[in-house]
């Protein structure tokens, strides 16, 4: 099992930065592909971003390109998704997930085995 646990959410103006962070526990984290997701209200959830076991692929969503940036640090189990010039429409609760199934970066909800509870993001216009 691996337990994710989402932080750094809140509130924001259009324009600002926030940085969330998801700490992992449990099984060996450096081994999985990690994602965030969002979900906004009446929405399905999307895809947001991707990082390879090794940091050496990330693939981000089109609405996010130049704007926001997967990392993450394998040495304290916590990916990262630092966010700017962030706008309305960013708002939405936003998840990190594990893969610990596929060797390739996978954009699908259903592709990951593990994920957190979430964390609100409110950009104000």
């Known amino acids: 099992q691996v337990q994710l646990v989402e932080s750094g959410g809140g509130l924001v103006q259009a324009g600002g930065s926030l940085r969330l962070s998801c700490a992992a526990s449990g099984r060996t984290f450096s081994w999985f592909a990690m994602g965030w997701f969002r979900q906004a209200p009446g929405k399905e959830r999307e895809f947001v971003a991707a990082?390879?076991?090794?940091?050496?692929?990330?693939y981000s969503a089109d609405s996010v390109k130049g704007r926001f940036t997967i990392s993450r640090d394998n040495a304290k189990n916590t990916v990262y998704l630092q966010m700017t010039s962030l706008k309305p429409q960013d708002t939405a609760v936003y998840y990190c997930a594990a893969d610990a199934s596929h060797y390739a970066l996978t954009t699908t909800t259903n592709d990951y085995d593990y994920w957190g509870q979430g964390t609100q993001v409110t950009v104000s216009s």
């Open positions: 990082i390879s076991w090794s940091s050496g692929f990330t």
